[in-house]
């Protein structure tokens, strides 16, 4: 007999407040859900992710009574969870999901009685425990809930940095700073939010056969190296650095480690580094020894300001990483592909619906999901190319002919994911070219050399250039990359 449990309702138990170490305490909480369920419960853990338990039983499974005890002990009972049971694992899954289905969709709230004030933090339940807030140097209330989260986000993540172990960061501040030095004013109080899911797991699971705790050894083999090479990369960019007291702290977060999903994030500054950090783990085969192909992952990025609501861009950047299955072919989830959109947030206003509304504000109503993917390996490429434009003799086109452009599309009012938009682009290129250099260069090759995929158009191409030049080149002095030295 198979027992299923996981956490849903994310929105509501997770990204409900814009406190940092509470959004991270709530998600280590339930990544930890297997190891809880199954000291309380028993039997043999049999699958396990972000938010998801699977316990197998040689016997019945444990009694209802006591599997509702475990549900609304500490902290369990701060989220919401379903479960269910049944002979196999496709069964207890489906359970669970009746279950979800006869559940309230929204978290039920205790009322706040006369006198009693609203926690500090998510303003909403009453706040009943005190707390000292160290930014403000005063006494503050919070909820139950919120207590028991920030308790656990207060501590990093001990199997993401093994190293350095630093205090990870207490605000989204911490992360990108706005007087942080020598960053392009552009670029300045930007953060990068980045959702990974993988992509064919139970096809890599495989290649294990009957051989399940093999496959959950290589997984946790997988995440190890991630790990190192994302904390490899974190030092090495200065934002794992040591404060003058020696305490070392961190301006890159997770907000949701493991199985295959992931959510993390980091300065807008360095986001193209971390997205190249990423293909090196993602790039290799999953298991070598078992001469298995790579786990390939979506990758969804959302580029905002610091201060836009953080369940809004986890939404956004969801939604992006989604919306590349359209780009995704069965050769290229077969062959562990990754692949990642990135989407900026300038002036325009942010979609509550979903990334595709911003999308076709900014490329025009012809853009068809995917169209705007690149390929990870790819990244580390383009940034490159991104930076080439910056140097006035040796660039094919430079940024201020890229702008003028993307105004020749524009203001004749054309679809930027048009044919008439690329041909009044490559037009006006033409003349160009034989103006000032004679004849123009291979411009298919050029096109696909930005993201490995196939041409999506020059118009198209052109307006993610102009976005996310700025964030491959975002510092006005190289030597002000390394921030550390700023902190300390």
Not at 260 to 279: E, Y
Not at 415 to 444: N, Q, W, Y
Request: charged share 25%; with cysteine; glycine share 8%.
């Amino acid at each position: 007999m198979f027992l299923y449990l996981e956490g849903v309702n994310l929105y509501a138990t997770i990204y409900d407040t814009e406190d940092l170490s509470t959004i991270r305490g709530g998600s280590m909480a339930l990544e930890t859900l297997a190891q809880r369920a199954q000291a309380a419960l028993g039997g043999t853990l049999r699958g396990q992710g972000a938010s998801i338990a699977l316990l197998e039983f040689s016997g019945p499974p444990p009694e209802e009574d006591k599997i509702r005890a475990f549900l609304s002990a500490t902290p369990q009972c701060h989220f919401t969870l379903t479960w269910g049971t049944g002979e196999t694992e496709a069964q207890a899954i489906k359970a669970a999901r009746d279950r979800q289905f006869s559940q309230l969709a929204t978290v039920v709230l205790p009322a706040i009685m006369a006198g009693v004030r609203p926690c500090a933090i998510d303003h909403t339940r009453p706040g009943t425990i005190s707390d000292f807030d160290l930014k403000e140097q005063k006494e503050r209330f919070l909820c139950a809930s919120v207590a028991d989260r920030r308790k656990i986000g207060r501590v990093g993540r001990p199997q993401l940095f093994r190293k350095r172990q630093p205090q990870p960061p207490q605000s989204f501040e911490d992360i990108a700073p706005e007087d942080a030095p020598g960053l392009k004013p552009n670029v300045r109080g930007k953060i990068a939010v980045i959702v990974a899911d993988g992509m064919g797991g139970g096809d890599l699971a495989k290649a294990y056969g009957t051989d399940t705790a093999g496959f959950s050894t290589a997984m946790a083999a997988f995440r190890a190296r991630l790990a190192e090479a994302i904390e490899d990369w974190a030092s090495a960019e200065g934002l794992i650095y040591t404060d003058k007291a020696g305490v070392a702290h961190a301006r890159v977060d997770v907000l949701m480690w493991g199985g295959d999903d992931m959510t993390f994030v980091v300065p807008a500054s360095h986001v193209l580094g971390f997205l190249a950090a990423l293909q090196g783990v993602l790039g290799a085969p999953f298991d070598k020894d078992k001469g298995t192909a790579r786990f390939g992952h979506r990758i969804g990025c959302v580029i905002a300001q610091r201060k836009t609501p953080i369940r809004l861009l986890k939404k956004l950047a969801g939604s992006a990483e989604a919306a590349l299955r359209d780009a995704v072919t069965p050769e290229m989830r077969k062959a562990g592909v990754s692949v990642v959109s990135l989407d900026v947030f300038e002036s325009a206003p942010l979609p509550f619906a979903s990334i595709l509304d911003h999308r076709r504000t900014v490329y025009g109503q012809g853009y068809r999901s995917g169209a705007d993917a690149v390929l990870l390996s790819h990244v580390a490429k383009m940034a490159a190319a991104l930076r080439e434009l910056d140097d006035e003799e040796g660039a094919i086109l430079k940024m201020s002919q890229i702008y003028r452009l993307l105004d020749v599309a524009r203001l004749s009012r054309r679809d930027l994911c048009s044919k008439a938009a690329d041909e009044a682009i490559a037009e006006a290129m033409k003349g160009h070219f034989e103006r000032v250099k004679g004849t123009p260069p291979d411009m298919a090759a050029w096109e696909n050399g930005w993201t490995g995929q196939a041409s999506r158009g020059l118009a198209l191409l052109l307006a993610q250039v102009a976005q996310l030049q700025p964030y491959a080149q975002p510092f006005t002095d190289e030597r002000a990359r390394v921030l550390s030295e700023a902190v300390q």
